[in-house]
């Protein structure tokens, strides 16, 4: 569950917003709830400052997604969500408790098994990735352009 649901360490979106933060338990539901409550900062910020182009947009849900499916999965507890509009973009930050950086990882269609390709996603979408490892986890930065 997330700590996010309950109004604890989520920054609400209002109009002008350019910053934006939640914390979540880890578990499987909050995927679901960070996307969500990403759409609300993206809603906010495009009332603000809308995107050059809608897919923009879906191409920040996508990899919003696409890291907090991928630290759930394979960094256990809390999971730090950040978004903050920035010059040419939108900079997105995932913080868990895996000092492991994250590596792609083969893909084989077709054989059942999913999986493989969300590294290989986040990197074809962004502006630019780096992680910053900390002693207690780690930091994924995003870059996305608006």
Known sequence: MATESRGSGKQQPSEGAHDWEARFDGGFGDVTRARLSAEEFLSAL???SPPATPEYRDDILLVVSELVANAIQYAPGPIGLSMRRV????HVTLSDTSTTPPAPRPFHPGTGKGGGIGWYLIH???DQVSVVVREDGKDVHAFLPW
């Open 46 to 48: 495009t009332r603000a």
């Open 124 to 126: 074809t979408l962004c």
């Open 87 to 90: 010059f040419d973009g939108v």
